[in-house]
């Protein structure tokens, strides 16, 4: 489940829809949660599927460690990707916001954590990088675990609406992050080895 304080905006003709903060969603704060409406495709459910839903999956899923795709229910599917990503996901099936994001900003993903299959040009936002790679996640998850490691600390800090659809084993673990007294699980533990 996506924040409540978003909302989905016609962005441009490039990028289509987008979801977008509608009040200042702090560093810190939970943006997504997997949750029970979200749904789960096995590669054999995908590949059993008429071509029409299988476009739906190969543009609004992402696919998990294990290599099934997830279907978000909500607005979360048409959350896009920027290099300059302003949300990170965990190793705990929920994403972080890494910085501030302001109203009318949008919330952003990298998708190179989302086991993608196939290579594709992301828009140029004046980065080094510009091409979005199935295996960046084994390229980059030091840099994004940083990232996550200085969001953590603020966990019980902000607001999180979300925290309702969180085990409360995994909001303690989240808490023990914040307060050194865990380490935090690095965000390669989603990456997909493919056999």
Known sequence: MIHPNTEIRFISDEVGYGVVAKELIPKGTITWVLDKFDREFTPDQYEALEPIY?????????KNNLG??????????FVNHSFNANCLTTAYNFELAVRDIHPGEQLTDDYGYLNIDTPFRGIDE???RKIVY???LLK?????DKKLIKAFKYISKVKQPLIGLLDEE???LAVQIEK???EME?????????V
Do not use: F, M
């Not at 980059?140 to 994004?144: L, N, T």
């Open 170 to 172: 995994i909001w303690q």
């Open 180 to 182: 050194g007294g865990k």
């Open 54 to 62: 299988k476009n739906i999956l190969e543009t609004y899923a992402y």
């Open 134 to 136: 199935p295996d960046d």
């Open 126 to 128: 004046g980065t080094r």
């Open 140 to 144: 980059y998850h030091k840099s994004w």
């Open 68 to 77: 099934n795709l997830v279907l978000c229910w909500d607005n979360g599917r």
């Open 186 to 194: 690095s965000i390669l533990k989603n990456y997909h080895y493919k």
